[in-house]
Nanobody, 122 residues
Framework: QVQLVESGGGLVQAGGSLRLSCAASGRTSSRYTMGWFRQAPGKEREFVAL????????YYADSVKGRFTISTENAKNTMYLQMNSLKPEDTAVYYC???????????????WGQGTQVTVSS
């Protein structure tokens, strides 16, 4: 079992920045892929970014490329999502996830955090 806990969400004005954290515990493994997803009201959960613990390979959704940066701090078993130049359309509940495969579908991730709300005002 892997436990994931997100933090760092909040209310920010358009153009501002936030950094989300995801602390992992339990049976963590360097073979996991870690991902960030988000879900806005009335919409499906969508992929934001992923990173592999082992090699640090990164991949981003087109909607956040150039504005968001995913990273890990292995010594702390923590993943981060630095979000810059935030837009109102970035408003959503953000979830971190862990899975064995490297993919962008939520179905490929078996472990999820509880989510943290990000609200961007215009």
């Amino acid at each position: 079992q892997v436990q994931l806990v997100e933090s760092g969400g909040g209310l920010v004005q358009a153009g501002g920045s936030l950094r989300l954290s995801c602390a992992a515990s339990g049976r963590t493994s360097s073979r996991y892929t870690m991902g960030w997803f988000r879900q806005a009201p009335g919409k499906e959960r969508e992929f934001v970014a992923l990173i592999t613990w082992s090699g640090g390979a990164e991949y981003y959704a087109d909607s956040v490329k150039g504005r968001f940066t995913i990273s890990t701090e292995n010594a702390k078993n923590t993943m981060y999502l630095q979000m810059n130049s935030l837009k109102p359309e970035d408003t959503a509940v953000y979830y971190c996830a862990a899975g064995r495969a490297v993919g962008v579908s939520p179905r490929e991730y078996g472990y999820w955090g509880q989510g943290t709300q990000v609200t961007v005002s215009s």
